[in-house]
């Protein structure tokens, strides 16, 4: 071989590599970031899910807190560094933006809570909802309504079928709707009000007995997110947003059993 051809032969690969090597190094790069977020306590098992399929989707990852909506409103006017809340209600998130705390134009609802009356007991609750009224039952369980919508919710319930009077004294009140769940599962409560989401979740049989309260018997639990202004320079927060109003998180939200 000609010695000029095998000196081109080493030195042409040597400067592809060079090139591509300053290709990279020059081109934008992606960057995955972590979003905080808050979310309302029936929610946490379809964010889990939803989650899932956000970050397989953006590389972005979530920090995840569950719990009461009253309670994160007051963590957020604290500082709470949350960049997200995914609320029980609608309200919360219009006072945050009203008070300077959260995004104007980023809160929309993602989901309509759905209520129940629920036992871990098989047979325990009947489909009218008409153990209520019977009283045979010690402790019924219900969310903070002070905290909590669903709660709020339960107690419109309770006033309406009642007798609340007679109940009163049998209410077991967890600080948030995952805990009026836990109440129950545990046996520490015959019955309580919980969202539809919880029993059973996708994929799992059903346990106990529940009543699906009739949507005319409380207010619509609108349940909305929004941007909050700790999140408002994350790319990951607003890439979230834009993923629960995507086909696949709507099929999650819509499989758990919430309206839409």
Same mark, same amino acid.
């Given at each position: 071989m000609n010695p000029v051809n095998r000196t081109a032969t080493r030195v042409l690969p040597a400067?592809?590599?060079?090139t591509f090597a300053a290709l990279l190094a020059t081109a934008p790069k992606v960057r995955a970031d972590e979003v905080s977020v808050a979310v309302a306590a029936n929610f946490a098992g379809p964010l889990a899910k939803i989650g899932e399929g956000?970050?397989?989707?953006?590389?972005?990852?979530?920090?995840?807190s569950a719990g009461s909506t009253g309670k994160f409103y007051s963590q957020i006017n604290a500082g709470a560094p949350f960049e997200i809340l995914i609320a029980a209600?609608?309200?919360?998130?219009?006072?945050?933006? /009203? &008070?300077?705390?959260? %995004?104007?134009?980023s809160n929309f609802t993602y989901a309509i809570g759905r209520l129940v009356l629920w036992s871990a007991q098989p047979g325990y609750v009947d489909d009218q909802g008409?153990?209520?009224?019977?009283?045979?039952?010690?402790?019924?369980?219900?969310?903070?309504?002070?905290?909590?919508?669903?709660g709020q919710a339960a107690m419109e319930v309770l006033k309406a079928r009642g007798p609340a009077d007679a109940i009163a004294p049998k209410l077991v009140t967890a600080e948030s709707i995952a805990q009026a769940y836990q109440f129950?599962?545990?046996?520490? /409560? &015959?019955?309580?009000? %919980?969202?539809?989401s919880q029993v059973p979740p996708p994929g799992k049989p059903a346990a106990g007995s529940y009543w699906l309260v009739p949507a005319s018997l409380y207010g619509?639990?609108?349940?909305?997110?929004?941007?909050?202004?700790?999140?408002?320079?994350?790319?990951?927060a607003a890439a979230l947003l834009a993923y629960l109003k995507s086909a696949p998180a709507k099929a999650v939200i819509q499989a758990y059993g919430y309206g839409h």
């Open positions: 400067l592809l590599l060079a956000f970050t397989s989707a953006t590389g972005h990852t979530l920090k995840v209600d609608d309200e919360t998130p219009k006072r945050l933006i /009203a &008070e300077g705390l959260a %995004v104007k134009g008409a153990v209520l009224a019977a009283g045979k039952f010690m402790h019924l369980a219900i969310a903070n309504p002070k905290l909590a919508p669903y129950v599962a545990t046996g520490n /409560a &015959e019955l309580g009000f %919980v969202a539809l619509e639990i609108r349940q909305n997110a929004v941007l909050l202004k700790t999140g408002e320079k994350n790319p990951a």
